[in-house]
């Protein structure tokens, strides 16, 4: 299992040097490098589905020139959970971005862009696997570096570079977290090896909970919790599509398998942790959902929909962690089973509403919403794709993104009965869960309904077309998971006994009979969906029989008495969320410009334009970062532009750190 691991990566990572090496020749790059990261995708998920379902363990180590480094990779049960997302969607996005990248073969170069994006691949695949401290960081940054490139794909856009440096200090300011971090466990264990780790036993539980705190920030921030989350919405939409696609499907994702390995070291966590990864949860959920709610921007959008998912992920993890420290087992297993599960369901659905947002966008060159309309009689394939991603992401049956809600929801009703503190937690979740998924449908039905239904409300709208066959495969194999897993539920279940017994510290048994508690609703669940499915289609069948010899014509809908309706009098997406938005104004804080019609015959054109930006960047992130520039501008002097100078400063502090030693 091994040899075929690292030959996969050696695959993809070879065509991206190949693919680098063509250049300029773009078309022949695109071929080489996507065709690479696919068929090095296909083979790496051969291990990890085989290690996933037998529960093996697959260790290599080899000794590293490099201080406290050691070349130690291991697959076991939860870096095999992880990897089956990374390389499936990874395979996906790699098909489609062959096809959606062809109008730049002449403008940009293909081969860099596939050298990232196949280093990109190997990084992730590499960092759920990595085992010792100093890998692990070098991985992680080699990730984080070819992300960024891949976010400035079109650098020459001011927005774009704006993105690409919020993105590239965001990501440096979590990992200098998770540095710290890593010193902290070497020094309380004498090793950065994570079998030296595992038996950790600290001096006080304030250095446990200092751990705890440093890996929330450092991997809280690659996955997006608020409020580390302002690079997210600058980064996705800058990204190609199939990038915006793996980043936000799996990239953020292992933010979510660094907290996780490093709960599985803290071996005796304290209640107060869950209660804070469930604040984060609640918060991430409910306010990335208000700010999707508020977006033009499709992407934009799409990306405040991850903070919001991975506000429940969150909420499954806090949950659990809570259930381990309170000596709750049930709450332990079913709390991180959802969470976990949830990582796979979100990786297939936003996977799939980003390839849709990018047949879009590569038909219509327009990301803003207001600007499309009547898509769904130019483009079938993608709307009907897009609208099985919708329903799956507000976490409606039938679909998967209903079964790890599902799990969450009945953990919370356990924790009901509990005399102590978790009642009142499992309350607050159920809550926020059924206000994110209201919210949700609001949201999606504004999407759908302004992009897809009515008539074309520009040129670019009016001349759309499908996508090529590569990308409409690509949505359909997506969508296709997302129907399977849900059907597949109830065996699924027992699938996960091996993943959650090693989180958890449990024994495969204890953990199999709490799950089975899930299973047979799972199975009401998935045979109720079915018939309602074999219905449905029952009904289409003799829906298209009785129409089949009948001529069937097509007129207007009623326009309100208009003689002369047009494109504008339809509802926009300021206009569909206005109601909402102005509802949580509060929060939002969402700027409005309106004129209203004057008169029986009036003149000025009505309008409504709404722009809702960041609230943590522009009360925040914005204020604290003026003020740091304002006062390194006050260091200016030291700059003198002599080399002697810069010496002299050397000097000193070394002189400075040698009487501290001292």
């Known amino acids: ?31 080489v ?41 291991q697959i076991d049960a939860l870096s095999a959970f992880f990897l089956l997302p990374i390389f499936l969607l990874s395979a996906v996005c ?95 264990s004498g090793s950065m090896d994570f079998d030296r780790f595992e038996s950790l036993r600290f001096h006080t539980d304030a250095i446990a909970g200092m751990a705890f705190v440093l890996a929330l920030i450092g991997f809280g921030t690659k996955a997006g919790f608020m409020p580390l989350h302002v690079w997210l919405p600058e980064a996705h939409p800058a990204a190609p599509s199939h990038v915006s696609a793996l980043m936000s499907g799996v990239m953020i994702k292992t933010g979510i398998y660094g907290l996780v390995r490093i709960l599985e070291f803290l071996t005796f966590p304290e209640a107060w942790w869950g209660g804070v990864l469930m604040i984060i949860g609640l918060t991430s959920g409910i306010l990335g959902v208000l700010f999707a709610l508020a977006q033009h921007d499709l992407k934009r959008l799409l990306a405040y929909h991850s903070v919001e998912n991975i506000g429940i992920i969150a909420m ?68 009907g794709a897009f609208a099985l991603g919708s329903v799956a992401i507000c976490g409606l049956p039938p679909l998967n993104g209903f079964i790890s809600e599902f799990f969450i929801y009945v953990c919370s009703y356990a924790a009901l009965g509990s005399p102590d ?89 204890v953990v199999h009979g709490h799950l089975t ?44 008495g208009y003689s002369q309706p047009t494109a504008r009098m339809q509802y926009t997406a300021s206009s569909y969320a206005q109601p909402l938005t102005r509802m949580f104004g509060a929060f939002l804080q969402t700027q409005c410009q309106y004129a209203a019609p004057d008169g029986f015959f009036p003149q000025a054109q009505s309008h409504l334009h709404t722009h809702t930006d960041d609230l943590f960047t522009r009360r925040i992130y914005e204020p604290v970062f003026r003020t740091m520039v304002r006062l390194l501008h006050g260091l200016y002097w030291m700059q003198q532009g002599h080399v002697q100078v810069y010496v002299l400063y050397i000097a000193i502090t070394l002189l400075f750190l040698l009487v501290w030693t001292l």
């Open 1 to 31: 299992m091994g040899i075929l691991f690292f030959t996969s990566l050696g695959v993809i990572q070879f065509s991206g040097l190949f693919a680098l090496a063509l250049g300029r020749q773009s078309r022949l790059a695109n071929s």
């Open 33 to 73: 490098g996507s065709g690479g990261a696919l068929v090095g995708a296909l083979i790496g998920l051969v291990p990890a589905v085989r290690l996933f379902f037998t529960g093996q363990i697959m260790t290599v180590y080899r000794p590293w020139n490099i201080p406290y480094g050691s070349l130690s990779f």
């Open 94 to 188: 790699a098909a489609y971005g062959a096809q959606y990248l062809l109008p730049y073969r002449e403008t940009k170069n293909l081969g860099a862009s596939w050298f990232f994006f196949n280093t990109l691949v190997v990084s992730m695949a590499l960092v759920v696997t990595a085992r010792n401290g100093i890998l692990f960081l070098m991985t992680w940054e080699i990730m984080s570096l070819a992300s960024y490139f891949l976010v400035t794909f079109e650098h020459e856009k001011n927005q774009v570079q704006h993105a690409g440096w919020i993105y590239l200090t965001a990501t440096h300011l979590g990992t200098a977290c998770l540095l710290a971090l890593f010193v902290l466990l070497a020094r309380e």
């Open 316 to 383: 499954g993890l806090g949950l659990g962690l809570f259930g381990i420290a309170t000596r709750h087992p049930v709450l332990a297993c079913l709390g991180f089973a959802g969470g976990l599960l949830h990582v796979i369901n979100h990786a297939l659905f936003k996977g799939l509403l980003f390839l849709g947002a990018g047949a879009v966008l590569h038909a219509t060159h327009t990301r803003n919403m207001d600007q499309l309309g009547g898509l769904i009689t130019r483009m079938p394939w993608t709307a």
């Open 421 to 509: 503190i978790s009642g009142p937690a499992g309350a607050g979740i159920i809550m926020g869960l059924a206000m994110i998924g209201t919210l949700a449908v609001a949201c999606f039905t504004k999407v759908f309904g302004v992009v897809f239904l009515g008539v074309p409300r520009t040129a670019c709208a009016e001349q759309a077309h499908e996508s090529g066959w590569i990308m409409v495969v690509s949505m359909i194999i997506l969508a296709l998971g997302c129907v399977g897993v849900a059907g597949a539920a109830p065996w699924i279940v027992s699938l996960m006994n091996p993943v959650i017994a090693r989180i958890t510290g449990f024994s495969a048994g």
């Open 517 to 560: 508690i899930i299973q047979q609703p799972l199975e009401s669940v998935t045979r109720i969906s079915a018939l309602l499915l074999a219905g449905i289609a029952g009904l289409a069948l003799i829906r298209h029989r009785l129409l089949a010899r009948k001529a069937v014509a097509q007129s207007p809908t009623w326009d309100c």
